[in-house]
């Protein structure tokens, strides 16, 4: 009966024990299967390129040459017809500067002006001049004499001057070529008052933006640097500017400080009050390793990648540099011609085992 009891114990203990080896021997197969399974992975490899940190900031941008012309005296309106079209001048016309657009007609007001007898008593003044001069170089007249006469030419002269810039008020001419933006209409003819708004015209070849940037930046961004301009309703073309001004004082609230770039615009693909976007270059590499800003992971304060080598993931800790919303330049952690992993490397430790795919 003792014999038949330690029996059934020695079994129980073998049969624990054996399921005990399963056990630990389940486990190990499953450590080995764990270790051995790589992980599919895609690669790039690195490689060198230009980048650019830019600051980006938006707003509406305006032509370089604008200007609303107004009438100087109440006179009578006579629109003029663009020599290029036959017709009168209208909104969206090309004009050229100096070109007159408005003649304003007022017979008294250029009776008052008098410019054809302010150009004879020119020259007439200039003929008596002449004479005295050259009397006396031959002792004829006195000094005195000569200078009445000088000064008499100086004051028809001044006045010829102040008749024709007088008769010039009744010409609105283009200050510099551009384009019509508003053309206010009046009758033929009709009597307009002084100080009416007659004519607006715009030339946006040049562009200019004004900008409100943070105080952090007041030492990076100087004066030439480049800016990239693009606009939604231009998703193929960016456009180059400058920054042509920037000013020294910080906003005490905002804690901004105001600048101005100047934007290219010779095919005239930009409107003038278009909101853009520009993204200012505040610093630049001709040649640095990029990488994708979205395979780093940060560990603490330190950031992490992996690159392929010999069918497995080495981790690599990194130093960056310049950033972009997509990129980042690498400033030491990894070489030119390795193999970075940007897919599958979430769950990947150092010395993972991988598979590169496609």
Not at 111 to 127: F, H, R, T, V, Y
Not at 308 to 336: C, F, H, P, W
């Given at each position: 009966m003792i014999i038949h009891k330690q029996a059934i114990k020695y079994s129980k203990l073998i049969a624990l024990t054996l399921g005990l080896i399963n056990l630990f021997s389940c486990k190990n197969e499953a450590t080995s299967f764990n270790t051995d399974v790589a992980v599919n992975v895609s690669v790039q490899e690195v490689k060198k390129k230009p980048i650019e940190q830019t600051l980006i900031t938006t707003g509406s941008i305006s032509p370089e040459l604008q200007a609303n012309l107004k009438t100087e005296l109440a006179a009578h309106y006579h629109l003029q017809r663009n020599p290029r079209t036959g017709k009168p001048f209208k909104m969206g016309d090309q004009v050229k500067q100096h070109e007159l657009v408005i003649l304003l007609k007022d017979q008294e007001y250029t009776n008052n002006a008098n410019l054809p007898g302010a150009e004879l008593d020119k020259e007439i003044s200039a003929m008596e001049y002449e004479k005295q001069r050259a009397l006396y170089e031959k002792g004829g007249v006195t000094k005195r004499e000569l200078v009445n006469s000088e000064k008499t030419l100086l004051t028809a002269e001044q006045a010829y001057e102040n008749a024709a810039l007088s008769i010039e008020k009744l010409s609105i001419r283009a200050p510099f070529s551009g384009v019509i933006t508003d053309l206010p209409y009046f009758s033929p003819g009709i009597r307009v008052d002084n100080g009416q708004a007659v004519l607006s015209l715009m030339n946006y070849t040049s562009m200019m933006m004004d900008l409100s940037m943070p105080e952090n930046l007041l030492g990076q961004v100087?004066?030439?640097?480049?800016?990239?301009?693009?606009?939604?309703a231009l998703p193929n073309d960016t456009l180059k500017g400058r920054i042509t001004e920037l000013s020294p004082a910080i906003d005490i609230e905002a804690r901004t400080f105001k600048g101005r770039l100047r934007v290219d615009n010779d095919q005239e693909l930009l409107k003038p009050g278009m909101f853009v976007k520009a993204e200012i270059v505040v610093d630049q590499r001709d040649s640095a390793l990029v990488i994708p800003?979205?395979?780093?992971?940060?560990?603490g304060?330190?950031?992490?990648?992996?690159?392929?080598?010999?069918s497995a993931a080495q981790k690599r800790y990194i130093r960056t540099g310049i950033e972009t919303m997509s990129e980042v330049e690498v400033l030491e952690g990894i070489e030119v011609n390795e193999r970075l992993i940007i897919k599958g490397f979430e769950t990947l430790k150092d010395r993972s085992k991988v598979k590169v795919v496609k």
């Amino acid at each position: 009966m003792i014999i038949h009891k330690q029996a059934i114990k020695y079994s129980k203990l073998i049969a624990l024990t054996l399921g005990l080896i399963n056990l630990f021997s389940c486990k190990n197969e499953a450590t080995s299967f764990n270790t051995d399974v790589a992980v599919n992975v895609s690669v790039q490899e690195v490689k060198k390129k230009p980048i650019e940190q830019t600051l980006i900031t938006t707003g509406s941008i305006s032509p370089e040459l604008q200007a609303n012309l107004k009438t100087e005296l109440a006179a009578h309106y006579h629109l003029q017809r663009n020599p290029r079209t036959g017709k009168p001048f209208k909104m969206g016309d090309q004009v050229k500067q100096h070109e007159l657009v408005i003649l304003l007609k007022d017979q008294e007001y250029t009776n008052n002006a008098n410019l054809p007898g302010a150009e004879l008593d020119k020259e007439i003044s200039a003929m008596e001049y002449e004479k005295q001069r050259a009397l006396y170089e031959k002792g004829g007249v006195t000094k005195r004499e000569l200078v009445n006469s000088e000064k008499t030419l100086l004051t028809a002269e001044q006045a010829y001057e102040n008749a024709a810039l007088s008769i010039e008020k009744l010409s609105i001419r283009a200050p510099f070529s551009g384009v019509i933006t508003d053309l206010p209409y009046f009758s033929p003819g009709i009597r307009v008052d002084n100080g009416q708004a007659v004519l607006s015209l715009m030339n946006y070849t040049s562009m200019m933006m004004d900008l409100s940037m943070p105080e952090n930046l007041l030492g990076q961004v100087e004066i030439n640097q480049e800016a990239n301009i693009m606009n939604y309703a231009l998703p193929n073309d960016t456009l180059k500017g400058r920054i042509t001004e920037l000013s020294p004082a910080i906003d005490i609230e905002a804690r901004t400080f105001k600048g101005r770039l100047r934007v290219d615009n010779d095919q005239e693909l930009l409107k003038p009050g278009m909101f853009v976007k520009a993204e200012i270059v505040v610093d630049q590499r001709d040649s640095a390793l990029v990488i994708p800003k979205e395979v780093i992971i940060t560990e603490g304060n330190r950031k992490v990648v992996f690159v392929a080598k010999n069918s497995a993931a080495q981790k690599r800790y990194i130093r960056t540099g310049i950033e972009t919303m997509s990129e980042v330049e690498v400033l030491e952690g990894i070489e030119v011609n390795e193999r970075l992993i940007i897919k599958g490397f979430e769950t990947l430790k150092d010395r993972s085992k991988v598979k590169v795919v496609k």
